[in-house]
């Protein structure tokens, strides 16, 4: 099993960053991928950016070239850096983890973007 630990959520004005951090409970060299999905109020749940263990990234359109992704792997936490953010960026954003084909989720951080 793999758990999963969200952080840094908050409010931010239009333009402004934000880090989230994701602590895995294990080795993130033992998942296979990690990443990032958001949901807005009354949507589903869409990838923002996902990093698989052959150091591929998948970002969704919506956040190319604001959203980038980095790890510590010291740490087993995955980074979620949020630059540029709009208002349609605001959502709960989970953590995800694909662990021997079993997908794992975090708690969920709140981010909104808002003047």
């Known amino acids: 099993q793999v758990q999963l630990v969200e952080s840094g959520g908050g409010l931010v004005q239009p333009g402004g960053s934000l880090r989230l951090s994701c602590a895995a409970s294990?080795?993130?060299?033992?998942?296979?991928?990690m990443g990032w999905y958001r949901q807005a109020p009354g949507k589903q749940r869409d990838l923002v950016l996902e990093i698989t263990s052959g150091d591929r990234i998948n970002v969704a359109d919506s956040v190319k070239g604001r959203f980038t992704a980095s790890r510590d792997n010291a740490k087993n936490t995955v980074y979620l850096q949020m630059n540029s953010l709009k208002p349609e960026d605001t959502g709960v954003y989970y953590c995800?983890?694909?662990?021997?084909?079993?997908?794992?989720w975090g708690q969920g951080t709140q981010v909104t973007v808002s003047s």
């Open positions: 294990r080795s993130i060299f033992s998942i296979y991928s």
């Open positions: 995800n983890a694909v662990y021997r084909e079993i997908g794992y």
